[in-house]
């Protein structure tokens, strides 16, 4: 029986005009991250796509939160149940008080804020065939077996894209049905293979012959369609439609036929391309009975069993097993057996232990599962990327108790009307106490660090007694964050990230001790994230994007000897950077170093490059009056670097040339360019004038015109001189050769210039104008979309692209590439944060076992979820022939036998004593406290020393007196030691 319909809708005022649909616009500001994945035609789609989340428990709310956040049309969120307290231990949007109350009723209005673009309703009412027909896509969460059924049924009649997920403890399921004619317009999200055309032959079929131009073969796979472009010669292939290839050789590959084309004669890039497929799906009737499981193998199998006699056990009791009850789990295991057609098949002590813990509610589980299902929910609305075909099972039973810990009983799962309840059927009682002591530093507030905080939250971490979190960020919230962090709001714009997260953290869970920080963490903030911060912690979660910020907390952690969470994704670079290159070159450093030489009169005796003076003469001398002068300067570095520059190439090496060993020199990947010829109607030549000529004004001061009319009569007034080819010019063909380029610099020139610029300074400031020299240094601004740096960007990099025969990039491209973003989407970082947690529960376990713990690869647009036990640290440091790892010390105590504190050679002479160590330098970090080479007279008083003398010595020990003094020894034959850990009386 279901209770009443009940029906409730949010419409946040203003969101009808900013959406714009009429227009199919999108709205950049806030979807940019999400757009490098999907695609603006992908994201067109899913602004038009109706989304129902049946199930408002963990998983249903972690969906419904990331579709509301990718930008569907609407969602309705369904539940005919009410709140329990085992709902709170992984639904974040229910606190204590909504205990009793309609789930999806008392979610409705908190998803509603993610995203004033999406209409939330909530709905209790039957799911009947009338009511599913107004949705695309439908999902069903925490759902009885005979309701999917139904469901499916419904929906695959209809041609609804239909989504099953759930979770039962440690274990989750997904299934996908989107019809018999679904069709995937991007299967894939990986770059396209490209490769170098070396010779291409006349015949039926045509012979390719390329490779990547680094002796390495083409990559391509039999059935790929590829794409030509800058061939020369048989230059009909460039405007052909996709072809199919068939794959020969490493190096050589069959295409159509060739022989009415005209003969090959040089270059050309084959391009791999995305080609559209069409799919079909069996509804889950007949699903479950012939199921295509994702990595199929025995557990995958047996959890396929395990989970429908899950519903039969359900059916038959009225209810899910009790945690920890073996005669439950037995008659769950009896029920698979009878579903199994090879027994021998079926891994019954997978199935027990599911059984054992299927009560249960885990956030990183809910978080996991809820990242990949509402990823194919994307998938179903936008035809981008391939969908699951068609289950998926995934279980991480490893993060129960090791064998030989305390073991798991009834009495001690059983619930104790605690938010926890969900996860003590799990875990215990003990564990959660456990769980609430542990004292955690998280770096990072965005997009990871909001999911992972969000689970810290929903775990009870750091909730009880003595218990912790610290969270740092220096950044402020964007208004592009609010597409994927979901502890923000439009009115957080401009806060900082860390003392918002905190703040919402505490709305979720008001127990849980966090203490937001707005420091970085690097070596200029070690005497605040110093050694008493970190050896008071139980672990790290990094929450970075930046590769060297992660490497630096990693050092720390095995510094310290700390656990590490490490997660994050990597961006990609392309020909856009060398355009963001030129952007600081012309419109930043400039400046800045004008300034200096302006304000500060030491300026010119420092040891800048004849380069440097050069600019600061130019920008003083090319200093221009008004637009117009902006204009032509604009058109002379146009002419510069798009035509004069490729001509003095093509001067020193002409199309045919060769090398001394006879080998054409324009081989690929090597391509010969043309230069370009300034056209006063071509948009991208004029994109480039006008953004340039703006970014320079900004510079000097004045004041921008926008008039491209006004723009085009000065530039025809111009007269440029010809090209005049330079002789005996020298042009590093190799990065070698730049790198070994002599640098001559005449100094009889750079005096003269340093005379020259002095008394230029000299005579501004007599005559009291030196200010109004002064310049404005423009610093790149990517979410800005009206300051014209990515303008600049992507016209100077199209124009190089087109000197070369590259696909010009996109604005979007452009924006991505210089700005150094790393595309990012909710789904993706709510899954990864799972992953995360789950190694989490085994940290605070204290798993001892290395193959209990994972590393986890996920690539949610195949999808794969790849997990792996982490290798063992390899040998770090060694001394004759013995080894340690990374992880190894040396622990030793600063107090001697007779109770007085050791001096420094007192501790050498233990060391060579104990350990068998000749030591003949003493670091700690950067400081040497102690070298063979240094004077009898110095290594005399320095060995003398007390250790906390030289404790406090250090950087930073004021401010932190140091417990632990950490040395780093070298031996005589130079072999680097583990760390010295000695505990200072002082302790």
Known sequence: ???????????????????????????????????????????????????????????????????????????????????????????????????????????????????????????????????????????????????????????????????????????????????????????????????????????????????????HGHGFADGDFVMFSGVEGMSQLNSCEPCAIRVLGEFTLEIGDTSSFAPYQRGGVLTQVNMPQLHSYAPLRAALAEPKIKAMGDRGDSLHLGFQALHSFTAETGRLPWPK???????????????????????????????????????????????????????????????????????????????????????????????????????????????????????????????????????????????????????????????????????????????TAAAALRQMNPTIRVTAQPHPVGPNTETLYGEHFFLALDGVANALDSMQARAYVDGRCIRYLKPLLDSGTEGTKGHVQWARDEFDGLFKMPAENVNKYLEDPAFLERQWTLEVLEGVRSSLKEKPHSWQDCVRWARQHWESLYHQAVLQLLHVFPPGHETSSGIPFWLPPKRCPRPLEFDCDNSTHMDYIMAAASLFAQTHRLQVCRDRAAARETLRAMVVPPFQPAHGVQIPTTEEEMVEAPTRVDEVQLVALRQELAECRQVLLEVGCGSAH????????????????????????????????????????????????????????????????????????????????????????????????????????????????????????????????????????????????????????????????????????????????????????AIQPSTVLVLELVCEDDDILPPVHVQLPCA
């Open 774 to 957: 002064l310049m404005e240094p423009i610093h790149f601004e990517k979410d800005d979309d009206s300051n014209g740096h990515v303008d600049f960007i992507m016209a100077a990099s199209n124009l190089r692209a087109e000197n070369y025969g590259i696909a010009p990039a996109d604005w979007h491209k452009s924006k991505r590439v210089a700005g150094r973003i790393i595309p990012a989407i909710a789904t993706t970082t709510a899954a990864v944060a799972g992953l995360a947690c789950l190694e989490l529960y085994k940290l605070v376990w204290g798993h001892q076992d290395l193959h209990s713990y994972r590393n986890s690869f996920l690539q949610l647009a195949e999808p794969l979820l790849a997990r792996f036990p982490p290798l063992p640290p390899p040998a770090a440091y060694k001394y004759g022939q013995e080894t340690w790892s990374c992880w190894h010390r040396i622990e030793v105590s600063g107090i001697g036998a007779d109770g007085e504190e050791l001096s420094l050679q007192e501790l050498l002479a233990q060391l060579q004593r104990v350990q068998g160590l000749p030591v003949r330098m003493v670091l700690s970090g950067a400081a040497i406290l102690y070298a063979s080479f240094w004077s009898e007279q110095k290594r005399k008083e320095q060995l003398a020393r007390r250790l906390t003398q030289l404790a406090g010595d250090l950087p930073g020990a």
């Open 1 to 215: 029986m279901f209770p009443a319909p009940a029906l409730v809708l949010h419409r946040p005022a203003g969101s009808r005009m900013r959406r714009s649909e009429s227009l199919g616009e999108i709205d950049e500001g806030l979807y940019s991250r999400q757009l490098y994945v999907l695609g603006h035609a992908a994201m067109r789609k899913l602004a038009n796509t109706t989304v129902l989340v049946s199930g408002m428990k963990g998983l249903g709310v972690e969906i419904a939160k990331n579709i509301i956040l990718a930008g569907v049309k609407s969602v309705t969120v369904h539940d005919p149940g009410n709140t329990q307290w085992t709902d709170l231990s992984s639904q974040f949007f229910l606190s204590e008080c909504d205990v009793g109350r309609n789930r999806a009723v008392a979610s409705q209005q908190h998803l509603a804020e993610l995203n004033s673009y999406v209409p939330v309703t909530a709905f209790t009412g039957e799911l009947t065939e009338s009511f599913l027909a107004a949705f695309q896509v439908v999902v069903l969460t925490n759902s009885t077996l005979e309701e999917q059924l139904h469901v499916s049924d419904i929906c695959h009649a209809h041609n609804i894209r239909f989504i099953l997920a759930d979770t039962k403890g440690l274990a989750g399921q997904l299934f996908c049905d989107f019809g018999e004619n679904f069709v995937v317009n991007e299967p894939s999200d990986t770059e396209p293979i490209c490769a170098y055309v070396q010779h291409i032959s006349q015949g039926s079929p045509g012979v390719v012959t390329c490779g990547d131009g680094e002796g």
């Open 325 to 499: 009850a073996q005669t439950d789990a037995e008659r769950l295991l009896e029920l698979a057996r009878g579903l199994s057609t090879h027994k021998e098949n079926l891994d019954e002590e997978l199935v027990r232990t599911f059984a054992l813990v299927s009560a249960g509610e885990l956030s990183p589980m809910a978080a996991l599962l809820g990242g990949l299902a509402s990823q194919e929910v994307l998938k179903a609305a936008s035809g981008k990327f391939l969908p699951l075909e068609q289950w998926m099972y995934f279980d991480a039973l490893e993060c129960l108790p090791e064998q030989g810990t305390e073991l798991l009983t009834e009495e001690s799962c059983v619930p104790r009307g605690s938010r926890y309840d969900g996860q003590i059927a799990v875990f215990g009682a003990d564990f959660q106490k456990r769980l609430g002591q542990q004292k955690y530093f998280v770096v990072g507030a965005g997009a990871i660090g909001c999911e992972l905080l969000k689970n810290f939250a929903m775990i009870g971490l750091a909730a009880g007694e003595g218990g912790s979190i610290t969270v740092t960020d220096m950044d402020t919230i964007e208004r592009s964050n609010l597409s994927r962090q979901l502890l923000f709001r439009p009115q957080d714009v401009g806060k900082l990230k860390s003392e």
